[in-house]
């Protein structure tokens, strides 16, 4: 029984992919931000993430404008979770302190 329910799922179901959106509403230490993005970038890359959105132009259709907005992509909802918990990712994630303020997200999607 048990091999029929293993071929099931894998012909039958994929496995959703794991997005981080994180949207910065200040930065106040750019200097902060460039240090900790080389430290994020080589655990997003330990990881096999793949950086979808960094920064660029954009246009506030609804709600509030933020200053900059980051989009992660990884090859499932367990491995962005994997990559964010992460000691390579939390080393960074320290250095940012109190040089920013921003919204984070681990979202679940295909």
Known sequence: M???????LMNGLKMSKG???CVY???NDINTL???AI??????EKYDGKFLVRGGQNI??????FIRTVVLE??????AKEFFYSSEYQMAHKLL???VVRNHQIIEGD
């Open 2 to 8: 048990l091999p029929i329910i293993l071929t099931n």
């Open 39 to 44: 430290k994020a970038k080589e655990a997003v």
């Open 25 to 27: 509403e200040s930065i």
């Open 19 to 21: 997005y981080i959106v």
């Open 74 to 79: 990884f090859s499932s909802f367990e491995k």
């Open 34 to 36: 460039k240090d900790y």
């Open 97 to 99: 302190k109190d040089s």
């Open 60 to 65: 506030v259709t609804e709600g509030r404008k």
